[in-house]
């Protein structure tokens, strides 16, 4: 992924008319970020993956010229599968796109490829979806809407659609944060997934200190145990907790 987008920004520099090809890769800004954090427990959109236990996550992302970025993000899982051979055990992302400012705006078209390694192809697990994002800054309050379109959703779910929406507050003078989301997603073939079309919720804050990045957050979906794959109790509401520390 490094090598590609090296690629991106020499293109990008010869594009823009630098004079060789040492001041094309000198001039063009790549920068790295990272990240690792442990979790007591993973949810995506509000469902638990990891059967409510703790989860060890990691990624890494990169900013190019022009708005590029890429990344890698990775997550301990379980799904509870009872065939211990191509279980579940991991989650790998990958994530690519462009975001540039529009009018105080700022604009988001990328992509994310979600992973599942090691386990059985017939699960079909692995999906690609294509997302718009939409967030702007007043002050300390920051907003955003985000739209996600996959062809072909977890365990051949057919086409999905995910849209939500996200308010943060910095607490002036403090270490503190406060964030809430709310989010709708609807299934093409809900009995593949598991469950009907859903909302989903959460409400958290956070405190940066001593370079640690601290955080709890209440999240749910309106799911009842009936409705949750079967039976189960990972759609319902939960406490999550939170450590990690960017690199």
């Excluded at 063009?28 to 970020?33: A, G, H, K, Q, W």
């Excluded at 910095?170 to 944060?177: C, R």
């Excluded at 093409?188 to 909302?199: I, K, L, M, R, S």
Aim: with cysteine; glycine share 14%; hydrophobic share 40%.
């Amino acid at each position: 992924m490094r090598a590609s987008l090296s690629i991106l920004a020499v293109s990008a520099t010869a594009l823009i008319g630098a004079s060789s090809a040492a001041a094309q890769t000198a001039d063009v800004p790549v920068t790295f970020s990272g990240s690792v954090a442990v979790t007591s427990d993973y949810t995506f959109r509000g469902i638990s993956q990891t059967l409510d236990h703790a989860a060890i996550q990691g990624g890494i992302d990169a900013a190019g010229p022009f708005g590029l970025y890429a990344g890698f993000w990775g997550s301990s899982l379980n799904f509870g599968e009872t065939d211990p051979n191509g279980r579940a055990q991991a989650e790998m992302d990958v994530s690519a796109g462009i975001g540039r400012t529009l009018a105080g705006t700022d604009v988001d078209l990328g992509f994310v490829y979600y992973g599942y390694p090691g386990t059985l192809t017939s699960l079909n697990y692995d999906f690609v979806e294509f997302g718009l994002g939409l967030s702007r800054d007043f002050g300390a309050v920051s907003t955003g809407v985000n739209a996600a379109w996959s062809p072909d959703y977890f365990a051949s779910s057919g086409s999905a659609v995910y849209v939500s929406g996200s308010l943060g507050v910095a607490i002036p003078t403090t270490p503190l944060s406060l964030s809430a989301s709310v989010g709708h997603q609807s299934i093409e073939t809900n009995d593949a997934f598991g469950t009907p079309d859903y909302v989903d919720w959460s409400a958290g804050v956070s405190l940066g200190v001593l370079g640690l990045d601290l955080g709890a957050s209440v999240v749910g979906t309106n799911l009842s145990k009936a409705e949750c794959f079967g039976g189960s109790d990972l759609c319902e509401s939960r406490v999550v907790f939170s450590l990690g520390r960017g690199l």
